[in-house]
């Protein structure tokens, strides 16, 4: 409901349409109590949110990325800017399922977010990012986990070369 500690709350993301990564209430409050902040996702996670009963309140609030996989779109929102990849979720049951990866800047510090992104197409993904210098890349767990895209983290090191990495999910 935007109160201590997230009243400051400029941008929320939302990487998939999955229940353990937004919940459609916490947003849509959120965002009814913070007329400034946006929130970006994919359009399926859009396809969700447009259940809320107050979504005449935030609609203009909602950024959706709803390009083709594979894609990038550059963006600033509310002084920040980023750089948003559409990938698919990785898990072949969700392969039509959009993903978005990011890249932002925050207090000085470039940071890579995976979402439930850890390899298809990895390279294509990567590929354009050499040059970003990350300081922080938050990356899924399997990158480290899954034998079949263990090799992922190579990868990872290769193209991005973080600073430091952060496992999560």
């Not at 977010?113 to 294509?124: A, F, I, M, R």
Request: charged share 15%.
């Amino acid at each position: 409901n935007g109160n201590s500690p997230f009243d400051n709350i400029n941008v929320i993301t939302a990487s998939h349409n999955h229940p353990d990564h937004f919940k459609v209430n916490t947003i849509g409050k959120n965002l009814e109590t913070k007329p400034g902040a946006f929130l970006i996702c994919p359009g399926q996670v859009k396809n969700v949110i447009n259940s809320y009963p107050g979504l005449n309140n935030i609609e203009n609030q909602i950024i959706v990325i709803n390009e083709s996989f594979n894609t990038c779109t550059d963006t600033t929102i509310n002084g920040i800017d980023f750089k948003i990849f559409m990938t698919r979720h990785t898990i072949t049951k969700y392969q039509n399922m959009q993903n978005l990866c990011m890249i932002f800047e925050l207090g000085g510090f470039k940071i890579f977010h995976s979402g439930d992104y850890w390899g298809n197409n990895l390279e294509s993904v990567l590929c354009n990012l050499k040059d970003e210098q990350i300081d922080i890349a938050f990356l899924h767990f399997c990158f480290l986990t899954r034998p079949n895209v263990s090799s992922g983290i190579n990868k990872i090191i290769e193209y991005l070369n973080p600073k430091y990495m952060v496992l999560m999910h």
